[in-house]
Structure formats: C-alpha cells, structure tokens
C-alpha cells in the first residue's frame, strides 16, 4: 500500500507560521510511545506530526517517537506522565477512564460512527468538562483527532449474531468500557497486551480479538484469523496525551504548535486510514480471511446498550448525543 507517500501528501506541507533565524537557546524534547508497528498508518502520521512540531518550532521542541512500546506497556507509561515525565502515550478513553469515569463514554459500543461525530465532540461542553478534569490528575490531552476506524470482531468462527459469540474469548484491553462492551456483544473479554496477541490465539489463551482493520497485517494476525465480522462496535478515537506540568513548562507558542499540529496530523492520519481500509480487505481475502460484511447491526446496537447501562454511562451517553445532536 502507498501509505507513506499518500500520507506525505496529507499533511507533511510546512507550516505556514514556522519561525526562521536561529535555533533557540532552550529547547525541549517530548518522548512519545506507542504500541503499534512502524507499519502501520499511526505511527506514519506520528512521525509527521513530530516533523511539522519541529519545523514550525525551529527545533525549539522535538518529539521522539518509539513504536511497538519501546519505551514501557502503555499502563506503565501513563502513570509516568501523571507524576510529570516528559512523555508523551497514544491511549483511548477507556484507559484515561480509570480517572475521570465519565470520559470512558467516547470508547463505548456505537458511540460514535464517523468522522464528523468525533469533530462534533470538540463543542461538548460535557466532553471539555471531562477533559479539564483530566488535568486535575496530571493529563494534558493534546488530540483526540486520531481514529483508528471501527472495531471489529476477528476470530476463527463464522459471527452473525451476538449470540454467535458466546463461548468466545476475545482479546481486549483490560479497561472497564472494553470489557463490558466485549460482554455486552455476547463474548467473553479477556485483557491481553497489544504485542502478545499473535501467540496468545496461536497458542489457545483467546479464540480473537476485536480491532481495526489496519491492525491485522503489520501484526501479521491473519495468519493465525481467518474470519472478520463488521460489526464496527466502536469507531476507535485515541488521545494523545502528554504530563500537564510539563506542557504548562512549555513557551506558550511552543504549546500552541504541538496542539495545532497533533490536529492537523491527526485528522490527515484518520482520513488515510478510512481511505484504506478497502485495500487492506482485499489484502486480507487475499490471505485467506473471509469477511463477513453484513452481520446483524441492529442485533449488535441493541445488545451494545448494556455496556453502558452496567458502567452507569447511560445518561451521559445520552446528554453527549444531544450535546453533538445524535
């Protein structure tokens, strides 16, 4: 696939504002981790963010990016950032949840369905609310403009139903919305990291996973998958979250171009990703996978609920859909 020159094209053009003359006499270096391979589609879009910081920062600030965890399991790294680390973690709401309960909403069966909502939730004040009390805790969100695309159901058993899920142990992370969305959905979740998937279904531990499309072929899963249910259960927004005293440490200008940028890449990186997902299908059917393009949505929406209804979700889902009018 013609990721990385499709992706330059998005959004690698130089900031309009970039500063010129000398490098600055202080400069500053974020660290930033994430689980994910250099293949897929994230950590291109990573590495363009970092390169549009630095360009429009005159070198002023420089981001680091480490790919497959390199720097520590992405709980781990978290806690770092809240006791003031100057790294950075691409991460989900799910995860930043075990903080502030609410904001685990944004992770839960068909909260979202494409990219407009995610843009909509920007003008939530319940959203922003949540988001400024992150900072209570030592989080600075920079971006929640990365998606993954949809979640779906990959295994090796034809899925119609929620029903034909029962039984079924289904890797996901150990979160509290992803647990019981996996449960709701009628499978058994079970918390697996993102790197021991592969030997994990191989050797028996889970029967799948659920995940986005871009995830099975850098991590080679379909040789161990042979079905993929579009139930699209969850549109995948992730953060990427930063220690708020150490952005607070940043010139105000050097804060500026690290929100601006991780939109900007971030978006592009969204859009490439649900651009492609035809391609890695066919890829996929290719090697083998049959896709299971028309399961039973209504039955999924409906059993999904219950997510919610256990986590006590169910009225704040309901004031962020009328806040975004869904």
């Known amino acids: 696939m013609a990721l990385t020159s499709t992706l330059l094209a998005s959004c690698s053009a130089a900031p309009s504002d970039a500063p010129s ?13 994430h689980v994910l391979t250099e293949k897929e589609p994230f950590h291109e879009g990573f590495m363009q963010w970092a390169e549009a910081v630095k360009e429009r920062t005159n070198g002023g600030l420089t981001i680091e990016v480490y790919p497959s965890a390199q720097l520590g399991v992405e709980e781990d790294i978290i806690e770092q950032i809240k006791n003031g680390a100057n790294i950075g973690q691409n991460t989900d709401s799910a995860r930043l949840g075990q903080y502030v309960e609410e904001i685990a909403v944004m992770n839960g069966p068909y909260f979202v369905e494409n990219l407009d909502e995610v843009a909509k939730l ?10 400024k009390e992150l900072e209570s805790h030592g989080f600075k969100v920079l971006s ?39 449960r709701a959905l009628g499978a058994e979740p079970v918390a697996m990291n993102f790197g021991e998937m592969y030997s994990g279904i191989q050797q028996g531990a889970v029967d799948g996973a659920e995940l986005v499309y871009a995830n099975i072929p850098g991590a080679k899963l379909y040789e161990v998958m042979g079905h993929a249910t579009e139930t699209g259960h969850i549109l995948l927004i992730n953060f990427e979250v930063v220690s708020i005293d150490w952005f607070n440490s940043l010139p105000v200008e050097y804060q500026t171009a690290l929100v601006e940028e991780a939109d900007k890449a971030g978006m592009a990186t969204s859009q490439v990703m649900q651009d492609q997902v035809a391609s890695i ?7 083998g996978m049959q896709i299971n ?12 609920e219950k997510a919610y209804e256990v986590l006590g979700l169910t009225e704040v889902k309901n004031k962020v859909w009328q806040e975004i009018g869904k």
Do not use: C, M
């Not at 920007?122 to 988001?131: F, G, R």
């Not at 299908?281 to 090697?287: G, H, Q, T, V």
């Not at 393009?293 to 999904?304: L, M, N, R, S, V």
């Open 21 to 33: 003359g000398d490098a600055p006499e202080k400069t500053y270096t974020l660290r930033f981790n």
């Open 122 to 131: 920007k003008d939530s004040p319940t959203i922003q609310s949540y988001l």
């Open 293 to 304: 393009e028309t399961p039973d949505i209504e039955a999924f929406k409906a059993a999904g």
């Open 281 to 287: 299908k066919e890829e996929l059917k290719a090697a």
């Open 144 to 182: 929640f403009n990365w998606v993954q695309t949809h979640r779906h159901f990959f295994t090796n058993k034809e899925i119609n139903t929620p029903a034909d899920l029962a039984g079924q142990r289904i890797r996901t992370p150990g979160s509290p919305i992803w647990q019981e969305s996996v």
